[in-house]
């Protein structure tokens, strides 16, 4: 009888939520997910208004990412690690800084010459490299 309550324990563990919730997730992490979620709202946001490219394939990918890491979602990263708490409030902020930011430029046409997307995706490709490395 007690040989199998391990396995159950571990089960359990497993199954009582993410890793984040158990106090696994340190402060390094969770800021390194909150800037990738960020890199990938913004690349997608980006393709979506100048490219007119809606894939959303960014943030899928991250999505990914993170399910087979730590059992997160982007929404629920942007519910629990972002300080709106709510990932309704995240992306609406979100999408406002894009498009402050893009209006800051001039429009799609200047964002283009500045070389804005490589800049995104350079920063996304970055933080997916991070969090793929991370133990």
Avoid: W
Avoid at 18 to 36: F, K, M, N, S, W
Avoid at 37 to 55: G, H, I, K, P
Avoid at 93 to 109: K, M, N, P, S
């Amino acid at each position: 009888m007690r040989r199998s309550a391990l396995p159950t324990a571990l089960l359990l563990c497993l199954l009582t939520g993410p890793a984040y919730a158990q106090g696994l997730i340190d402060e390094h992490t969770e800021r390194l997910l909150v800037e990738a979620v960020t890199a990938a709202v913004e690349l997608d946001l980006y393709n979506a208004r100048c490219r007119s490219e809606v894939s959303g394939r960014r943030t899928e990918n991250l999505n990914k990412t993170l399910a087979s890491r730590f059992r997160l979602t982007v929404i629920r990263v942007q519910d629990d690690m972002f300080p709106e708490r709510s990932y309704r409030r995240v992306q609406e902020r979100l999408q406002q800084d894009f498009l402050d930011r893009l209006r800051e430029v001039g429009g799609c046409r200047e964002a283009k010459q500045a070389g804005m997307q490589e800049e995104l995706n350079d920063r996304y490709q970055r933080l997916m490299q991070e969090i793929r490395a991370l133990p």
